[in-house]
C-alpha cells in the first residue's frame, strides 16, 4: 500500500481565539469563554493561552478559574458563530483535498497523498494552512502529519501543540524516540480506566506497549486488544472519510436544568420538550427511531444518583407524543424521587422514515398531517412559533432553548 | 417404581412431552420429566409453567401389551438425559426402576444406565380445571386453524396481548384471529354442539405452536375446555395445559374494510411463485418491499427494487380484475404467509386504494380472512 499523509489539523483554544480575532479589545487580555453561571452553564469552555498560563483549565466551574485568574475578561459563548467559523475552516482545507473528516468543531483530519504534487511536501502545505487559517480568521492551527489517523492526532496532542512552529510529524523513522516514551494515557484510544490496567500489567510507556505480546492483549480484550497494540506500534488503516457523519445512528436531545427540578409535573414538562426536539429533528433527517431512552442525573454531587434506560416501541417512530409516552413510562417507573439536575431523551435504532410499513391500530396519517403542518410553521417561523401550553408554566424550558446551541448561546 | 415399556412408544410419548420442558424455568423440578406408573399405564408429565403436557401410555390398548410388569410408583428424572437416552438404547423394550434412595435403572438388552431421580412429591401439581363444558373438533381441523393463523402473531414483547391467537366461541361458531398489527389471519368454523360460548380468550401462539407439533393428523375428536386463565386440549392420550395471556385484544373486526375498489381473482400457486421470486431482491431492504400494479384488467406487474442488489419484474395474468386501477406496495413475506394459508387453488383479493389495508380470501368462501397492512412508498 502506498504510503499515506494524513494532517490532524487543530484549532489552538478555538473559542477564545475566535473571540480575539473578532474583537480587538480583548488582545493581549487573558480570554475565558464561559456560560452564564446563573443558568449553571458556568463552566469553563475555553480559555485562551494567557488565560491557561495563569492555570486556567477547560472544564472547570467559572469561579475556579476566575480565582486563579481575577482579571480575565469572560466572555458569552456564540456557538452559531463558532459552526460557521468552523465551516469556514473546512473550506479553507478543502482546497487542499477532498478528503477532510470534520473529527470536531475544532479538529479536522485530512489525507493529502494525491495532493503532494499539487502543492509541495507535507511542511510546506501545513505552513501554508496554517497562514491562511490565521489569515481568515485570527485563530492559530496546530498541525500533526503522520501515515495514519491515531498518530498524526498523538503528533499533534502530544509534540505540535508543544512546538515552536506548532507542526510535527511523526512516522516509523522517529516513532521510538518520540512516540514511545510517552506515558501510556497518552496514546489514543487510553483513557483512564484502560491505563489503570495496563499499568498494572507493568505497562508505563507507549513503548513498552508496542513490544508487549499481543497474544496476551488480544487474550484479555479480543479485538481491542489488538488495535491498541497496532495504535502503539503505528499501525492503523482506518481511511480519512467524508461520511462520519452520513449515517446517523441516533437523535437525541439533553438538558441540565436551571435549577433542580422536584415535582413528577415539572419534569414532564422537560420530557415533553425534549420528546418533541427530538422528534422534530428525526423528522428533519428523514428517519423513524425504535428505541427510546431516558437518562436523569440526580442533583446532588456528593450522591450521584440518577439512570439511563430504553424501551423498544412496538413500531418505528418519528412523532412527538409516541417518544413522550415512552419517555414517561421509562422515568415514572425509575425515578428515586430525588431532585433532577438534568434529562435527556434519545430516538435511536434509526431507520428511513420511508418506505413505512403501516399498522392496523395507529391512525399515523392523522398524526403526519399534523406534524407536517407544524414543521412547516417551524421552519418557516421560528422553534417557538408554536408551544405548548405546557412550556409556558415555571417549568417550562422552549424559550430558553430556543437562543441555544449544545445548551450555550448561539 | 418398576415396568418394562416397549421403546417406540416411550419414546413417541417423551417427544411430546419435551415440547413443554425448558432449561431455564425459575423452578428446578421442572426441569425434569415425572413419570407415574399406575396399574393400568404409564403418565409422563412435563411443565415449564406456561405449558403442561402429559403423555399416557396404556398397560394394554386393543389387545396389544405396551407396559408391562408394572409396580406402582413415581419419580423425577432429568429431561437432559433421558430422551437421549431412552432414543438410542439397543433393544424393543425398555426396562425402568426406581429404589427408594431415588436411584433409577433404565435397562435394554445389554446396556444400563443408572440415573439419580428426584422425589415426584415435589413436583408441583398440575392445576385442575375448575369446568366440565367442553367442545369438540376434530383434531386435523384444529391443525389447519393453527397453521393459518399462528404464522401472524407478534412476535416483539412490546405489546403482550399481541403475542397469541384469540379465540371466540359464539353462536356456535369458532374463531381464530392473530394479528402483529402489520397483517391479520382469521379463520371461522362452525362447531355444531358446543355447549359452551367464550366471548374472548388468548392463547399463547408458542402454546398453540407446540401443541400443532404434538397433534396427529387424525380425524379423532380434540376435546377443549376454557376457564378465565387456562386452556385445556385433550385427546384419547394426551393431556395440553395451556395459560391464557392477560389482557384485553384489541376489537379486530371493525378494522376489516367492507367494501372495496378494485377486486382480483387469481391462481394462488401463481401469484404465490410470482410474489417468491420478486421476494428474492426484496430481502435486502427493511420491509421486504414488492410493489403490484395491474395492467389493462387482465394483468398484475410484481416488481421490486433494491437500489444496491438490481431490480426484478415479472408479469402474471389473472382471472380477472374488477374495478379501479391500482398500483400497491407491501411485505412479500406477508403475502406469502397469507398465500400459504388459502387452501384454494383460486384466491379474491380486494383492495381499497393503495394506503388501505387489503384482504385474501380463498374464492369460493369467506371462513379464511388474511389481511395485511400496505408497505407506503413515495
Known amino acids: 500500500m502506498m504510503k499515506r499523509v494524513i494532517f490532524l489539523v487543530d484549532m489552538q483554544s478555538f473559542y477564545a481565539s475566535v473571540e480575539k480575532a473578532e474583537n480587538p479589545k480583548l488582545k493581549n487580555k487573558p480570554v475565558i469563554v464561559s456560560g452564564d453561571p446563573e443558568r449553571r452553564s458556568g463552566i469553563i469552555l475555553a480559555a485562551c493561552p494567557l488565560a491557561k498560563k495563569s492555570g486556567v483549565k477547560t472544564a472547570e466551574a467559572l469561579w475556579q478559574a476566575q480565582t486563579k485568574c481575577p482579571e480575565a475578561i469572560v466572555v458569552r459563548p456564540r456557538m452559531q458563530r463558532y459552526i460557521d467559523i468552523s465551516c469556514q475552516i473546512t473550506t479553507i482545507l478543502e482546497q487542499y483535498t477532498d478528503l477532510v473528516e470534520v473529527f470536531s468543531i475544532d479538529e479536522q483530519f485530512l489525507d493529502l497523498t494525491g495532493s503532494l504534487k499539487l502543492f509541495g511536501d507535507p511542511f510546506t502545505i501545513a505552513k501554508k494552512i496554517q497562514q491562511e487559517i490565521i489569515e481568515e480568521t485570527g485563530v492559530y492551527a496546530r498541525v500533526g502529519i503522520a501515515p495514519n489517523k491515531t498518530l498524526a492526532k498523538i503528533a499533534c496532542d502530544a509534540f505540535a501543540k508543544k512546538n515552536q512552529n506548532g507542526i510535527f510529524k511523526l512516522d516509523e523513522s522517529n516513532m521510538k524516540e518520540t512516540m514511545w516514551e510517552l506515558p501510556i494515557g497518552k496514546m489514543f484510544g487510553v483513557g483512564s480506566r484502560m491505563k489503570d490496567h495496563l499499568q498494572r500489567m507493568g505497562i508505563q510507556k507507549i513503548g513498552q506497549l508496542a513490544t508487549f505480546s499481543i497474544d496476551t492483549l488480544t487474550k484479555r480484550w479480543g479485538i481491542n486488544g489488538q488495535v491498541l497494540w497496532q495504535i502503539a506500534n503505528g499501525i492503523d488503516y482506518a481511511p480519512v472519510t467524508t461520511k462520519t457523519h452520513d449515517k446517523q445512528k441516533a437523535v437525541g436531545h439533553h438538558m441540565t436544568l436551571p435549577r433542580d427540578y422536584k415535582t413528577f409535573d415539572e419534569i414532564k414538562v422537560i420530557l415533553l420538550e425534549l420528546s418533541e426536539e427530538v422528534a422534530r429533528r428525526a423528522r428533519t433527517g428523514g428517519y423513524r427511531g425504535n428505541t427510546v431512552s431516558v437518562g436523569i442525573r440526580g442533583a446532588d454531587f456528593n450522591f450521584p444518583t440518577g439512570f439511563h434506560r430504553q424501551v423498544k416501541l412496538t413500531s418505528p417512530t418519528n412523532f412527538d407524543m409516541d417518544i413522550f409516552h415512552a419517555a414517561l413510562h421509562l422515568f415514572r417507573i425509575h425515578w428515586n424521587r430525588l431532585p433532577v439536575r438534568s434529562a435527556g431523551v434519545t430516538l435511536s435504532e434509526l431507520q428511513p422514515a420511508d418506505p413505512y410499513q403501516l399498522s392496523l391500530f395507529d391512525f399515523s396519517l392523522k398524526k403526519e398531517h399534523l406534524n407536517e403542518a407544524m414543521d412547516y410553521i417551524y421552519t418557516k417561523y421560528g422553534p417557538t412559533a408554536i408551544v405548548r401550553a405546557s412550556s409556558l408554566t415555571s417549568a417550562g424550558q422552549a424559550y430558553s432553548r430556543a437562543e441555544k446551541i449544545g445548551g450555550h448561546y448561539k | ?378
Not at chain 2, 399462528?150 to 384471529?177: D, W, Y
Not at chain 2, 431482491?281 to 403490484?292: C, F, Q, Y
Open chain 2, 1 to 378: 417404581m418398576k415396568f418394562i415399556i416397549q421403546r417406540d412408544q416411550l419414546i413417541a410419548s417423551v417427544q411430546d412431552v419435551m415440547k413443554a420442558i425448558s432449561s431455564r424455568t425459575a423452578i428446578p423440578i421442572l426441569t425434569g420429566m415425572k413419570i407415574e406408573a399406575k396399574q393400568h399405564g404409564i403418565t409422563l408429565t412435563g411443565s415449564d409453567s406456561d405449558i403442561s403436557i402429559e403423555s399416557y401410555i396404556p398397560a394394554e390398548e386393543d389387545g396389544i401389551v405396551h407396559v408391562e410388569n408394572i409396580e406402582e410408583g413415581n419419580i423425577v428424572l432429568q429431561a437432559k438425559y433421558f430422551p437421549d437416552i431412552v432414543r438410542k438404547l439397543p433393544e424393543k423394550t425398555v426396562e425402568i426402576e426406581a429404589d427408594s434412595n431415588l436411584k433409577v435403572t433404565i435397562r435394554s438388552g445389554k446396556a444400563e444406565f443408572n440415573l439419580n431421580g428426584q422425589d415426584a412429591e415435589e413436583y408441583p401439581h398440575l392445576p385442575k380445571l375448575q369446568t366440565e363444558s367442553s367442545f369438540k373438533i376434530p383434531t386435523d381441523l384444529m391443525k389447519s386453524l393453527i397453521k393459518q393463523t399462528v404464522f401472524a402473531v407478534s412476535t416483539m414483547e412490546t405489546r403482550p396481548i399481541l403475542t397469541g391467537v384469540h379465540l371466540k366461541l359464539e353462536n356456535n361458531n369458532l374463531t381464530f384471529t392473530a394479528t402483529d398489527s402489520h397483517r391479520l389471519a382469521s379463520r371461522e368454523i362452525p362447531v355444531p354442539d358446543a355447549n359452551i360460548e367464550f366471548p374472548s380468550v388468548v392463547v399463547p401462539g408458542k402454546s398453540l405452536n407446540e401443541l400443532n407439533k404434538i397433534l396427529d393428523d387424525t380425524e379423532e375428536l380434540l376435546e377443549i375446555n376454557v376457564t378465565n386463565n387456562q386452556i385445556l386440549f385433550r385427546t384419547k392420550h394426551l393431556y395440553f395445559l395451556s395459560r391464557l395471556l392477560d389482557g384485553n385484544y384489541p376489537e379486530t373486526s371493525r378494522l376489516i374494510p367492507e367494501q372495496s375498489k378494485t377486486v382480483i381473482h387469481a391462481n394462488t400457486k401463481e401469484l404465490l411463485h410470482t410474489i417468491d421470486r420478486a421476494s428474492l431482491l426484496a430481502k435486502e431492504e427493511r420491509n421486504n418491499v414488492v410493489k403490484l400494479v395491474t395492467n389493462d384488467n387482465q394483468f398484475l406487474e410484481i416488481t421490486s427494487n433494491s437500489p444496491e442488489v438490481g431490480r426484478v419484474a415479472e408479469e402474471i395474468a389473472v382471472q380477472s380484475i374488477e374495478g379501479e386501477e391500482l398500483k400497491i406496495s407491501f411485505s412479500s413475506k406477508y403475502m406469502l404467509d397469507a398465500l400459504k394459508a388459502i387452501e384454494n387453488d383460486e384466491v379474491k383479493i380486494e383492495f381499497t386504494g393503495a394506503m388501505r389495508p387489503f384482504i385474501i380470501r380463498p374464492a369460493d368462501g369467506e371462513s379464511i380472512l388474511q389481511l395485511i397492512l400496505p408497505v407506503r412508498t413515495y
